[in-house]
């Protein structure tokens, strides 16, 4: 369409999204929100207004042409989409439901200064999912598993950092080997996330997507145990890289934390999502949810939880945070449909007791209240504990959701990397480059626990720096 | 990959399999364990490498059938494959300066510490062997083990064989009688290693205990295997699943144990129910 005859929508207001009523979608695990129609899509891609400089392309991690999509969805060109952010986003479908865009693209959007901004990640999922509805051939992901021949990488989790870095190496030419230690590949996507949020047959259809470009997956092999470092080395790959990600969970070592009915989130949501436990006996893998639950802590996993928690039958769930909700880091989406739910804030608030009874388990959890005070090292106002604010929450069942710190299997058993203190892997910021050559490492295991996107940034910078290594040292 | 190549039953509702699984069989050490899933709807359980054969690329595998998964298990046989099978995980037995040490198995245990006794002969340390188990028909690997040790053991709770009582009863003579065990190891149902635990606190021998409490990824990441050591949160998966017995917190184990008690007798009882009928991968 000529240019000048465009006419933007003004609309100040995102196109909503339609969205299961609360009451209902709190007792099942469909998923919460449910995709823009055609016409939703291209009213809403008409809000965008094509920026000369667009400064949302600055703000997404792995570059998606924003812009470009978004004109192509306007014109109905809807596959064109699709393979436009499929040039520089290998999970489309997986950004556009878990991206925190609100501080990423749509952060950055002009039409957000005035209004709300254009909604990059509804737009985003839309073209996925369309994609998606096609049979593949007319989609016509290409297979490219004849011509890998510029050398051997070994990809060491199949999260979204290993599969980012894995697809990009494989369009580039290598022969990629993707290790999972579960029996299932997709990491953090498959066991954290719950399926109301990102459907695991979405979480599925990606990975079949790497599969088909030529990526060798192999699960149940924990590396560090089955197979070191330098024995992939012996094996003739011509670089690692390491995307374990931050597996493990964070207690606060409170009296009564191993009580029967404490969890962390990450035993809770394994159990739930990977598991299936929600669909016990016809899964084998039980979970045990109290009348009420609590649930410690304020990020996108607490919400995660508390939310699966409500959907397996609690009647009462708490999210206990200790600071106030502007501090809390979760998305405000998550946080806005956790309330919608019917899951109630304690704020200010932190747990100090776990109480047991007399057979082992969770009967209550004593808490006392918080003011803040100055800003600590993290720029967040510290918390203080009101005196005498002790007070006991009656619940069963309690979730621990404090973060998650980088698993040290790997870092233990291989020689030469620099580790943090938290025990991650020091790589450079740019490049993945670890202290020992042809060995790179991003996402999580790097950063602590951060968001998708950026672990799939990280994949992505890794793969431009394993080419310039391999190359460098073969040509 | 995972196929069962030899199934021996070693007792009523007892099996031994070895299965193949050629870079599991180079890894693994005396004391490790794997996690495997039996089915696609399956759950994950851990069970002890209960011996090796690297040359020949297979695990061997002991397990006894107690809730469905290790029932669906024993269902398969020679030719069959286990569905996902992942280790070798936890940290292998430190066999390093022994000394003299005494072996306590306890029924299934006993093939856990197979491996184990195995190596210690090999590296010319003395071992002797108490085997415990309910009665004569349970009692496993006697003449397994027999070689790799200098003395071996028996106790029964109803006297079919050996000693009749506790293997704590024969521990505490062997020791009383002289032996001077520079080190215990004991390996079997969790009330029998803090038995032990208590009776070699009194006399000072440094004891060792193996844990296999419930567990998913086994890798550290679920947390869902922590126990008390010592008064610090332990996960038997990555920090174990051996510890010192004088410090786990054994009253605390034995109640998260017990935790999906309920669920595992519904899903043992439906499998059953679905087998009847005939439907047996249900």
């Known amino acids: 369409m000529p240019e000048q005859k465009r006419k933007a929508n003004l609309a100040k207001k995102k196109v909503p999204m339609p969205e299961q009523e609360p009451r209902v979608r709190a007792r099942n695990f469909e998923e919460v929100a449910m995709g823009y129609t055609r016409e939703q899509a291209l009213e809403e891609a008409r809000r965008c207004l ?3 400089e667009p400064h949302c392309v600055e703000g997404c991690p792995v570059n998606v042409q924003i812009p470009d999509f978004i004109k192509f969805i306007e014109e109905e060109k809807f596959l064109e989409a699709y393979k436009k952010i499929k ?6 479908a997986v950004c556009g439901r878990v991206c925190p865009q609100e501080n990423q693209c749509e952060k950055l959007c002009l039409r957000g200064k005035k209004s709300e901004p254009v909604a990059i990640g509804r737009l985003e999922r839309f073209v996925a999912d369309y994609a998606a509805s096609l049979p593949p051939a007319e989609v016509g992901e290409e297979c490219l598993s004849g011509s890998l021949n510029k050398g051997k990488v070994a990809v060491i989790g199949s999260g979204p950092s290993g599969v980012t870095c894995a697809g990009d190496l494989t369009k580039m030419g290598y022969r990629v080997t993707m290790f999972e230690a579960f029996h299932t590949p997709g990491g953090v996507l498959m066991y954290g996330i719950p399926e109301f949020r990102l459907p695991k047959d979405v979480v599925q259809r990606e990975i079949d997507n790497v599969k088909k470009l030529g990526v060798d997956v192999q699960t149940n092999m924990v590396i560090g145990k089955i197979l070191s470092i330098d024995e992939l080395f012996e094996q003739g790959y011509n670089a690692v890289y390491i995307g374990t990600g931050a597996g493990l969970p964070i207690f606060l070592r409170l009296p009564g934390e191993n009580l029967n009915g404490v969890m962390s989130a990450n035993e809770f949501l394994t159990r739930v999502n990977l598991m299936k436990a929600y669909k016990f006996p016809e899964y084998d893998t039980p979970v045990k949810i109290g009348r009420r639950v609590a649930v410690v802590g304020g990020g996108n996993v607490a919400m995660d939880a508390a939310r699966s928690a409500l959907r397996l039958g609690a009647e009462k769930v708490y999210i206990v ?5 502007q501090e809390m880091p979760a998305r405000r ?12 804030f304690k704020l200010l608030t932190n747990p100090v007791t776990i109480i047991g009874d007399d057979n082992g388990w969770v009967k209550g959890m004593e808490c006392v209240e918080m003011e803040l005070g100055e800003p600590d090292a993290s720029g967040r106002r510290r918390p203080v504990v009101k005196q005498g604010s002790e007070h006991v929450i009656d619940v069963e069942t309690v979730i621990m959701a404090l973060g998650t710190t980088p698993n040290p299997l790997i870092a233990k058993t291989t020689g030469g990397l620099e580790l943090t203190r938290f025990g991650g892997i020091v790589a450079d910021e740019t490049t ?3 202290k020992r050559p042809g060995v790179f490492a991003g996402g999580d295991i790097v950063t602590g626990s951060a968001t998708v996107i950026l672990a799939m940034g990280a994949g992505k910078k890794a793969a431009v720096a394993i080419n310039e290594h391999i190359r460098g040292k073969h040509e | 990959m995972n196929k069962i190549i030899r199934k021996t039953p070693l007792a009523p509702s007892v099996n031994l399999i070895e299965v193949e699984n050629p870079l599991i069989a180079r890894k693994a050490q005396p004391g490790q364990f794997i996690i495997l899933r039996v089915h696609e709807n399956g759950e994950r359980i851990p069970l002890t ?7 020949k690329g297979t695990i061997t595998l002991i397990f006894q059938e107690i809730g469905k998964t290790t029932t669906m298990l024993g269902r398969l046989g020679e030719g069959d494959c286990i569905r996902d099978l992942v280790g070798p995980l936890g940290k292998p037995t430190d066999l390093e300066n022994l000394g003299r040490v005494v072996v306590i198995g306890g029924g299934l245990g006993t093939a856990l510490v197979f491996s184990q006794v195995k190596e210690m002969h090999k590296n010319g340390t003395r071992v002797d062997v108490i085997v415990g188990a309910r009665n004569e028909s349970l009692i496993i690997l006697e003449e397994e083990i027999k070689p790799y040790c200098e003395n071996l053991y028996i106790a029964t709770d109803d006297g079919s064989k050996g000693h009749k009582g506790f293997v704590t009863d024969l521990l505490k003579k062997l020791i009383e009688d002289g032996n001077k065990y520079d080190r215990a190891v004991a390996v079997g149902p969790l009330i029998m290693m803090k038995v032990v635990s208590n009776l ?9 205990v193996s844990m296999n409490p419930i567990m998913i990824d086994g890798t550290g990441m679920c947390g869902g295997c922590r126990l008390s050591v010592g008064g610090e949160t ?5 920090d174990g699943p051996e510890f010192d017995g004088h410090l786990v917190d054994f009253d605390q184990v034995i109640k998260r144990t017990g935790m999906y008690r309920e669920q595992e007798k519904i899903a043992l009882d439906l499998y059953r129910e679905c087998c009847k009928r005939g439907e047996h991968n249900a």
Do not use: M
Not at chain 1, 87 to 92: A, I, Y
Not at chain 2, 200 to 208: A, F, L, S
């Open chain 2, 49 to 55: 490498i209960s011996d090796y054969n690297r040359e």
């Open chain 1, 432 to 434: 993945g480059r670890t």
């Open chain 2, 200 to 208: 070699t606190r009194q006399y000072g021998v440094p004891t060792t």
């Open chain 1, 50 to 52: 094509r920026c000369k």
């Open chain 1, 87 to 92: 040039e520089t986003n290998s999970l489309p």
């Open chain 1, 333 to 344: 989406e998550e946080v806005h449909h956790a309330r919608e739910e019917g899951i109630e």
């Open chain 2, 234 to 238: 332990r996960f038997a998966c990555v």
């Open chain 1, 321 to 325: 945070y200790r600071r106030s909700e």
